[in-house]
């Protein structure tokens, strides 16, 4: 078992955002692995670069989604990409330039957020779309 797991109450049942979710726990549990095994700068960086990635096409994909069906709580929600973004892209930055020790504690904030905000914000998106989406059938 990773660092971290996706809980049945976490998932926001629209398939596409679970399935994002999944593939970001799955990258922060590389992540752990990969540090957890003294594996080398290179391995690192591009698991790394791969949750940069992921998260920057995961955020715009859930902002997308909000624009298209007028979600009321956008800006906020905007808001706490931004911030998650700039986190994670710090994170890439401090490793880029040398720091090859993330410590357990970085771990432990990508857990935090990665749950925190799919339990603060998504489940709340989620919800909402799901409203949306029973509507119209």
Not at 121 to 136: E, K, P, Q, S
Request: net charge negative; proline share 1%.
């Amino acid at each position: 078992m990773g660092l971290i797991s996706l809980r049945d109450e976490q998932k926001v049942n629209v398939p596409e955002i679970d399935a994002q979710h999944e593939a970001l726990v799955e990258l922060i549990n590389q992540l752990h692995q990969a540090m957890s095994d003294g594996r080398g700068k290179e391995v690192l960086g591009r698991v790394i670069s791969a949750l940069v990635d992921h998260t920057r096409s995961h955020f715009a994909y859930e902002e997308q989604l909000m624009t298209e069906h007028a979600f009321p709580g956008f800006d906020k929600h905007r808001e706490e990409h931004d911030r998650l973004l700039q986190h994670i892209e710090e994170l890439a930055r401090r490793f880029d330039n040398g720091d090859l020790l993330l410590s357990f504690a970085v771990m432990v904030d990508l857990r935090a957020w990665a749950l925190v905000h799919i339990e603060k914000f998504d489940i709340a998106l989620g919800a909402f779309l799901n409203r949306r989406t029973d509507a119209g059938r």
